[in-house]
T-cell receptor, first 113, second 111 residues
Framework: GESVGLHLPTLSVQEGDNSIINCAYS??????FIWYKQESGKGPQFIID?????DKRQGQRVTVLLNKTVKHLSLQIAATQPGDSAVYFC????????????FGKGTHLIIQP | NAGVTQTPKFQVLKTGQSMTLQCAQD?????MYWYRQDPGMGLRLIYY???????DKGEVPNGYNVSRLNKREFSLRLESAAPSQTSVYFC??????????FGEGSWLTVV
């Protein structure tokens, strides 16, 4: 079954507000997590990653939080802009090996003017 | 630096026809992957190659074959296309236990 999932298929936020996209995973052995952004007609683009020995990592306007106790991952986008409109996927590396990532179904982030 | 390049971008096939999707990466990555993406769903792994000379099945391998031609190239073949294989196909590559980088996708329609 699906080991990585999203809580909401669509998230609508006002431009300038902060966005929080959530993700649950079920495999406690996963040791690496990634957030991707996918714009219409394009391939998934890496945003930020985090390893299981961390609980927070910050990038430019983005923060990923990892709560291993409840197997929860979130992506926070500060001061959301129109260009942030896309589908966001979380992904986990279930066995820490080279056999690919398992993806959630994605959350469509819609920016309201 | 082109990253991951896949061809063709668009293709329409008739049921029963065969075709090969080509993929090449210039990042010297060991591992390469083929995913498919269907409406409202995440990416599902078809096949992967952990290193040159090896290939393994992913979640949805039926109806597909792959060839790891060399370290740079990893092709996906549909021997007898079916409408259920209408999808967007993404090739990807990575260095082990790090980020996977994706190509721009190949839109395939089987009629």
């Amino acid at each position: 079954g699906e080991s990585v999932g999203l809580h909401l298929p669509t998230l609508s936020v006002q431009e300038g507000d902060n966005s929080i996209i959530n993700c649950a995973y079920s495999n406690s052995a996963s040791d690496y997590f990634i957030w991707y952004k996918q714009e219409s007609g394009k391939g998934p683009q890496f945003i930020i990653d985090i390893r299981s020995n961390m609980d927070k990592r910050q990038g430019q306007r983005v923060t990923v939080l990892l709560n291993k106790t409840v197997k929860h991952l979130s992506l926070q986008i500060a001061a959301t802009q129109p260009g942030d409109s896309a589908v966001y996927f979380c992904a986990e590396n279930p066995r820490g090996g080279a056999d690919g990532l398992t993806f959630g179904k994605g959350t469509h982030l819609i920016i309201q003017p | 630096n082109a990253g991951v390049t896949q061809t063709p971008k668009f293709q329409v096939l008739k049921t029963g026809q065969s075709m090969t999707l080509q993929c090449a990466q210039d990042m010297n990555h060991n591992s390469m992957y083929w995913y498919r993406q269907d409406p409202g769903m995440g990416l599902r792994l078809i096949y992967y190659s952990a290193s040159e000379g090896t290939t393994d099945k992913g979640e949805v391998p039926n109806g597909y074959n792959v060839s790891r031609l060399n370290k740079r190239e990893f092709s996906l073949r549909l021997e007898s296309a079916a409408p259920s294989q209408t999808s967007v196909y993404f090739c990807a590559s990575r260095i082990q236990q790090n980020t996977i980088y994706f190509g721009e996708g190949s839109w395939l329609t089987v009629v």
